[in-house]
């Protein structure tokens, strides 16, 4: 059936607009009587039709009346809540509506969600012969059509209330007041205030209850708070509002203001002279109602002004009004906002000494308090309070109880929260969602994460921006994969992704270092949408940017302004910045004239950049030409700045300046860092200022601000100058510290102490880094086969085991290490390693069998010693020089002089190469015997060895 204006025959357009001219030709002369008049608005197109056909459906939320009034009244609803798209003629909702009585009619309005089918069904009831106007059904049209915020509608239906007679009560003010606030149109709503005064109405205790709620709500507590007093005093002085009119004009025909400036004051009903004379004053009054207090009580705790509503509350008690459930949970939720607890909970032993139980929102409010406290216990105490009330927790309840146990991490209890709200039959919140899925993956639970994500997001409709927000979760932690997963998973029919949530899965690719698929994404934007927006353009210079592609980021600069975006100063900022990282100067500085040129003016972070790349560079004019630059546009050098020159300086030499920029940057609010001193101290170590030096490195100390590299400086320092025990006690103190947290930091350390001799110190260095996971570096092992050489190991040896390291051959590095724990006198470290070593089941080659018969013997574990000894020749590795040099120092420790004089034999008959270090070990090792007789003849073989060998040399 079409839908057609009543006396217009037109049919209504699918965009719904209408012909005003049409409707305003309409006074309707040949209709005797108001009764009969058709409530003529006109009702656009929508998803309800308005044609049916009359179906037997399943409704059963009102019991049936047994009688003709009701079997119509349920035979509406039925009709109404069908979902078929099926047409019933207009007759059959007359003949239905007809024979309601007033009170089934009223009901049936106010049963309906829709105001299409409120107005529809209105026009039906007054086709009715014997319809009476009654300001009631109008009151109801007027709330449906102003809380759909349906001005021009609403317009209408006030024309036609004052053609039918009927006058507006205060109930009818009282709704206007109420929709137009809620609308946020605060001005036009307490226009109808004056709208009453006009006609003399003098509002009652509802109307100006709802219009001092308007002015609560957004935030004018002040004018509230007057205009309540005004009324409670006999009269409603509207001066104190601001009411007039600013002489805009709205774009559209009917904006809600002009209507209510213009046209709507000069139509309605007027009431008798003597009613406006009467109604313009009242004798003084005091609230009645509950609802009345409530909003008072309410403001002043919005206000701030806790006396003031304890007073109202105190007020409210005194002339007798019975607070409700409602009152008790504004002054328990305003004490609670301001941390007041314990009236809190004095108020709740109030309500059940006056037989006003709690209800769910009475524990949500101390549950919220508790949770802005972070003391999930007591939050979960409330939680099982509320339960052993018999109350079922609403929405606001698990939103609350879940937040505080994700914080926290309580992941079982998180689980059964979540089991509880399904076995009620409802879903998560969707804002809970995000919570929910944060905790999982920063807990490390991805698959617990994506399996809860799977079963709530398609059993409820999860928004575009929540979809975002877990996206960005799995972003930041660099998940990209994962994130693709709920970025591609399928929505609801006729869902969109928003373009926050492209934006987002640019950052995801972006953490993750995948570019060419952030492009492509982006291209897919460009072909299918949404379209790019300026978020969009930024991520992406910043993600190429920060990966130092430079050229592309900078196409993208250009594409951005092509597009119709500004780019902001911080994507300016950050392809400058990765120019200069590069080291392509000119570029950056293109970049700098580029934004100069597009009017962005150009932050610290701009002018830092160009610096500290010219300094880095050495190219000390420029980079003073952009700190002049900056300091001309009226911004302060920040320490980054002036520290970027005091590097430029460093390079130069140019001390002086250096200092002078550091007197400057002492005089800045927090004075100058550690890295601005450190850069100054490594200027004076450069050119061997030591006292300057350390006037700043003290300094430093004092203020607690001294780090790693300051210490290292100092220690380059003091060694570069020779001042061995000055350098071991900043190495001490390091070590005290706590500033050994890398390689480096322990490599500075034990080079102080391996040039002052302290060789078992080093040692202990050297554990405790292995001890942290710490692995040694090539500068590291540099420092062991110093530490080697001064510990007295043979020669043959250290050269052996360094021709090892070099070569990169397997065990050499524990070789090594196990060497040096056996030189410094650390021997159950040395042996440990041994034990790895000989216990890997792993052929050993010549240097590592060496370095483990080297260690035992030194240990005095002769017997292991010759085990590996043994193991060696079983592998078919003869022994070498090495291997007698610390064999001859096992048997000496044993006594075994018939094992010396075989090596000694060896050696005499030329067996063995001749070398010193093989000669001092037999040495040591027969005098070790108690053998000094054969100890003098070796050292007497090799005094005339050598000697021959110097004639032989000399000849």
């Not at 209709?31 to 058709?38: A, E």
């Not at 026009?123 to 009715?128: H, S």
């Not at 929102?361 to 309070?385: G, Q």
């Given at each position: ?27 309707v ?12 608005i ?15 459906l ?5 019991p ?23 047409d019933?003629p ?6 239905l ?6 009170k ?6 106010k ?9 529809y069904?209105f ?6 012969k ?9 009151n109801i049209?007027l ?13 209408l239906c006030w ?10 009560t ?6 206007l ?5 809620k609308a ?23 109307t100006?209850?709802t ?26 002085e ?37 009613q ?20 008072l ?30 009152t ?18 004095s ?11 709690p ?39 698990f939103r ?9 991490k309580m ?24 919570v ?10 991805l698959?617990k ?10 059993s409820?409709d ?39 949530e ?36 930024n991520?992406l ?12 980021a900078?196409?993208?600069l250009?594409?951005m ?20 990282r ?39 004019d ?5 700190y002049?630059i900056?300091e ?27 200092q002078?920029?550091y007197?400057?940057?002492?005089k800045?609010?927090?004075g ?13 170590a450069?050119?061997g ?18 780090d790693?590299?300051s ?6 320092l ?42 078992k110190?080093?040692?202990e260095?050297l554990?405790?880094m ?10 590291t ?57 000989v216990?890997d ?15 035992y ?17 079983d ?8 291997t ?8 000496g ?48 073989e ?14």
């Open positions: 059936m079409s839908i057609h204006c009543c006396y217009c025959g037109g049919r209504w357009p699918e965009n719904g607009s209408y012909n005003r001219q049409s409707f305003l030709r309409h006074d002369p040949s209709i005797p009587h108001s009764k009969n008049f058709i409530f003529s006109p009702l656009p197109s929508s998803r309800f039709s308005l044609g049916f056909k009359l179906h037997c399943p409704y059963s939320t009102t049936a009346p047994k009688n003709q009034d009701g079997a119509s009244f349920l035979s509406i609803l039925k009709i109404l809540k069908s979902k078929q798209a099926q019933f207009d007759e059959t909702i007359d003949s509506v007809s024979v309601l009585s007033p089934m009619q009223t009901i049936l309005l049963k309906q969600k829709d105001w299409r089918k409120s107005l069904l026009r039906r009831m007054k086709f009715a014997d319809y009476s106007p009654n300001p009631i059904h109008y049209i709330r449906s059509l102003g809380k759909a915020q349906r001005w021009d509608e609403l317009r024309i036609e209330m004052a053609k039918d007679g009927v006058l507006p205060n109930n009818t003010y009282a709704t007041i109420d929709v137009y606030g946020g149109l605060v001005k036009e709503a307490l226009l109808w205030l004056r709208h009453m005064k006009s006609r003399g109405l003098f509002p009652d205790e509802v100006i209850n219009a001092v709620q308007v002015l609560k709500d957004s935030g004018q507590f002040d004018l509230g708070e007057r205009l309540f007093k005004g009324w409670c005093d006999g009269k409603v509207l001066d104190c509002l601001d009411l007039s009119y600013d002489g805009s004009t709205d774009s559209s025909v009917f904006s809600s203001k002009h209507f209510l400036l213009t046209e709507l004051f000069k139509s309605g009903g007027r009431a008798p002279v003597s406006i004379a009467s109604g313009l004053a009242r004798d003084p009054q005091k609230p009645r109602r509950a609802a009345t207090y409530n909003t009580i309410d403001l002043y705790g919005k206000a701030g002004r806790l006396k003031d509503a304890s007073n109202a509350f105190l007020q409210m008690l005194q002339s007798g009004v019975v607070p409700d459930i409602l008790f949970n504004t002054m328990i939720s305003i004490c609670c906002s301001h941390g007041h607890l314990l009236e809190a909970e108020l709740l032993g109030k309500m059940e000494e006056r037989r006003v139980h209800d769910t929102k009475t524990f949500n409010i101390f549950m919220t308090y508790h949770a802005s406290n972070e003391d999930a216990e007591n939050v979960l105490k409330c939680y099982r309070k509320m339960k052993e009330s018999g109350l079922h927790p609403d929405v606001a309840s609350i109880i879940l937040q505080i146990l994700c914080e926290r992941i079982s209890e998180v689980e059964g929260v979540i089991e509880e709200i399904m076995e009620l039959g409802s879903i998560v919140d969707e804002q809970l969602l995000p929910v899925m944060k905790m999982y993956i920063n807990e490390g639970f698959d994460a994506f399996i809860f994500f799977e079963k709530h997001f398609y409820g999860v928004s575009s921006k929540n979809c975002a927000a877990i996206i960005d979760l799995y972003a930041e932690k660099g998940f990209w994969k994962e994130a693709e997963e709920i970025f591609l998973a399928k929505r609801k029919l006729g869902s969109k992704k928003d373009i926050v492209y934006n987002v899965m640019i950052k995801a690719y972006g953490k993750g270092k995948l570019y060419e698929k952030a492009l492509d994404l982006f291209e897919i934007m460009r072909r299918t949408g949404p379209w790019p927006d300026d978020c969009t353009y991520s210079i910043q993600m190429l940017s920060g990966g130092d592609l430079p050229d592309k900078s196409e993208f250009s594409q302004r092509k597009s119709g975006f500004m780019p902001r100063c911080e994507s300016f900022c950050a392809v400058l910045a990765s120019y200069c590069s080291g392509f100067l000119s570029k950056g500085v293109q970049i700098y004239k580029e934004m100069m040129a597009c009017g962005v003016e150009p932050n610290e972070l701009v002018y830092g950049s160009l610096v500290d790349a010219f300094a880095e560079s050495g190219r000390i420029e980079a003073l030409e952009y002049n900056m001309k546009s009226g911004m302060k050098a920040n320490r980054i700045v002036l520290t970027s020159l005091i590097k430029a300086y460093g390079k130069v030499g140019c001390w002086k300046e250096a002078e920029l007197g400057k940057m002492k800045l609010k927090d100058p860092d550690a890295i601005a001193s450190n850069c100054l101290i490594n200027l004076y450069g050119l200022m030591v006292n300057e030096a350390k006037l700043i490195f003290d300094d430093l100390i004092r203020n607690c601000q001294a790693e590299v210490y290292a400086t100092m220690m380059y003091y060694k570069s100058m020779g001042m061995l025990d000055e350098a071991t006690d900043i190495a001490q103190k390091v070590e005290q510290s706590g500033f050994l947290t890398n390689c480096a930091s322990y490599n500075n350390v034990m080079a102080s102490y391996a040039v002052n001799g302290k060789l110190e080093c040692g260095l554990h405790k292995l001890t942290q996971k710490i692995l040694p570096d090539a500068s092992f540099k420092i062991l086969f110093t530490i080697l050489k001064k510990g007295g190991f043979p020669s043959e040896a250290i050269i052996q085991l360094e021709s090892s390291y070099i070569e990169g051959k397997p065990f050499a590095r524990q070789a090594v290490v196990t060497s040096l724990f056996s030189v410094v006198g650390l021997h159950s470290f040395a042996q440990h390693l041994c034990e790895v070593l216990n089941g792993v052929k050993l080659e010549s240097f590592a069998c060496n370095a483990a018969i080297g260690a013997g030194t240990a005095g574990e002769v017997d292991k010693a010759l085990n590996v000894y043994m193991r060696m020749q592998d078919g590795l003869r022994p070498d020089l090495v007698y040099v610390h064999l001859a120092g096992c048997y420790k044993a006594g075994m002089i018939e094992g010396l004089n075989r090596i000694y034999g060896l050696l005499k008959y030329g067996k063995i190469d001749p070398a010193e270090s093989l000669y001092k070990a037999l040495i040591c090792a027969y005098e070790e015997a108690g053998r000094d007789d054969l100890a003098a003849l070796v050292d007497q090799m005094r005339f060895s050598f000697q021959n060998d110097e004639q032989i040399c000399d000849d």
